[in-house]
């Protein structure tokens, strides 16, 4: 049994998320990945099967437990409860593996995703559920999550009472964009107050770091890290606003924030909705978490009344702006490839892109390349959301393939991931992207289709897998030509624009190594 504690006086702090999990992308997946306990009580022994399952899925990972075929929940047990020894009480979780999963769902019980208290059950909302069973995607689940969002909560001490995320878009409503500097300062707002950040930032001058620090230190007294207040704090913030679809990232030098114009409507009927919480569901989880809930089914119409069918044409509009895009960043096919390299790694090429989460950088960076070799010819679509200008927000909702290829007779689907593990590539990413292919009603309508599935790597479980859906297809008359690639042979046979004969020679020697081992 824990001891109560005891709740210091709230003072004003700087706005912040936990930065355990800097890109929001990542929640749909610990989403999934804990669903097997919803409506369980959240005790040690449930705690211990939850976090080892994130070890499992790959949500969290330590150099000190190795995961492979053979793991199960019991086999790596004593290893996490080894390795999370040392980590200190948090949210009222022990020390310990407890208070690690208080780490990854911290940010998802502050926005209202799951209502999580120790000894308590496990619940997830209306969105948590939609999001993960594909029927709203990210950037919808986190953009009506943050319109019922308030600094205030169970979750945080603060004096700080209103909604930052509805602040933010007030102020770029008044003002065309804000530096990254003057966003950090943004951060600070004691009250949401528009008209005086306004005022701020109008009569100071942040040109850089320093500046906005020794701001921050003389007017609001922080001493914390200037790692934390300038970089951690802000940036992760910045994601989160980024995946909502509220805002857009440019660079000009340095990093601008824009807000994302093509979104507009949107974005105000959202802020038109009065969100209020009483004293009470500000310091109680479960009557916090069950006021948010009231809000879905308006929040909801709002989403379904925006959602736009996709249409032939959006396949040319991309090329239109990846000119646009290629131009602004001054990009070319040397770069693209460099950018595709870095992927995973520290390093980006152009500072704006920092903000795309790695997986959707990918897809990105490859509907870029398919565009500089393809789009005189071909109409090139990425499903992935978008913002005004053609930088990516969020992934393409659920069931959707990530980047189609058309004409009027030929058809060519990519299905891209960055997953490296053997079994999760095999699980989660094979009967998906066959699914969104086979079941697509548009194949009927063309003479050609193509299949690239692209992978850091391409263990021999998938290629099998890839090699038994041709030929079981070939059989049923649905035939396609298909083929698996590792990230750099796909770059290197698109540089080359070489995928379709590729294709085609692949998908011949897998039949006919299929007809000899018959024979």
Not at 104 to 129: C, D, P
Not at 189 to 209: A, H, M, P, Q, R
Not at 273 to 290: C, G, M, Q, V, Y
Request: with cysteine.
């Amino acid at each position: 049994m824990t001891n109560k504690r005891i709740k210091r006086k709230s003072t004003y702090k700087q706005m912040a998320f936990e930065t355990a999990v800097r890109n929001p992308e990542r929640y749909k997946r610990l989403l999934t990945s804990i669903l097997s306990y919803i409506n369980k009580t959240l005790n040690d022994d449930t705690l211990l099967q939850v976090v080892s399952s994130m070890y499992l899925n790959g949500i969290v990972s330590s150099n000190k437990i190795e995961i492979d075929e053979s793991s199960t929940l019991e086999n790596i047990a004593d290893k996490v409860i080894l390795v999370n020894s040392s980590r200190k009480a948090d949210g009222g979780f022990p020390q310990g593996y407890q208070s690690r999963f208080w780490t990854y769902v911290r940010t998802l019980s502050e926005m209202g995703f799951v209502l999580a208290q120790y000894q308590q059950t496990l619940k997830f909302s209306t969105i948590a559920l939609k999001l993960i069973n594909n029927e709203i995607d990210e950037q919808e689940a986190f953009s009506i999550q943050a319109t019922k969002y308030n600094r205030c909560s169970p979750y945080r001490n603060v004096s700080n009472d209103f909604n930052y995320f509805n602040f933010i878009l007030k102020v770029l409503k008044q003002k065309e964009r804000i530096s990254y500097e003057q966003f950090i300062v943004s951060t600070f707002s004691n009250d949401g107050n528009v008209l005086e950040f306004l005022k701020v930032i109008n009569e100071n001058t942040f040109g850089d770091s320093s500046e906005v620090e020794a701001f921050l230190r003389t007017k609001y007294g922080t001493n914390l890290k200037p790692q934390t207040i300038l970089r951690d704090y802000p940036d992760v913030i910045l994601r989160l606003l980024i995946i909502t679809g509220f805002v857009s990232i440019q660079y000009r030098g340095k990093v601008f924030i824009h807000r994302n114009i093509a979104n507009d409507d949107y974005i105000n009927d959202l802020l038109s909705i009065n969100i209020e919480l009483t004293d009470e569901e500000k310091e109680n989880p479960s009557l916090h978490f069950a006021k948010l809930e009231t809000y879905n089914e308006h929040l909801l119409e709002i989403v379904y009344k925006y959602r736009k069918e996709i249409i032939e044409q959006d396949g040319f509009e991309y090329v239109q702006k990846v000119a646009e895009i290629i131009k602004l960043y001054e990009l070319d096919e040397e770069k693209i490839v460099e950018g595709i390299n870095y992927i995973g790694t520290s390093k980006n090429i152009i500072p704006a892109f920092k903000y795309i989460a790695e997986p959707l950088k990918l897809e990105f960076y490859l509907s870029l390349i398919l565009a500089l070799k393809y789009g005189n010819e071909f109409a090139i679509r990425p499903n992935y959301k978008a913002d005004y200008i053609g930088l990516p927000i969020s992934h393409a909702p659920g069931n959707t393939g990530d980047i189609e290829v058309y004409s009027k007779k030929l058809y060519w689907l990519i299905e891209v991931t960055l997953i490296r593990n053997k079994t999760q590539q095999l699980n989660n990413e094979t009967t998906s992207v066959i699914r969104h292919f086979i079941e697509d009603n548009k194949l009927n309508d063309y003479l050609s289709k193509y299949l690239s599935f692209v992978a850091p790597v391409i263990h021999q479980d998938t290629k099998e897998f890839f090699d038994y859906a041709i030929v079981r297809h070939k059989i049923k008359d649905q035939s396609f030509n298909l083929k698996p690639y590792s990230i750099n042979e796909f770059v290197e046979i698109t540089q080359v624009s070489k995928n379709f004969e590729d294709m085609k020679n692949y998908t011949k020697n897998v039949i006919a190594d299929f007809r000899n081992n018959l024979s």
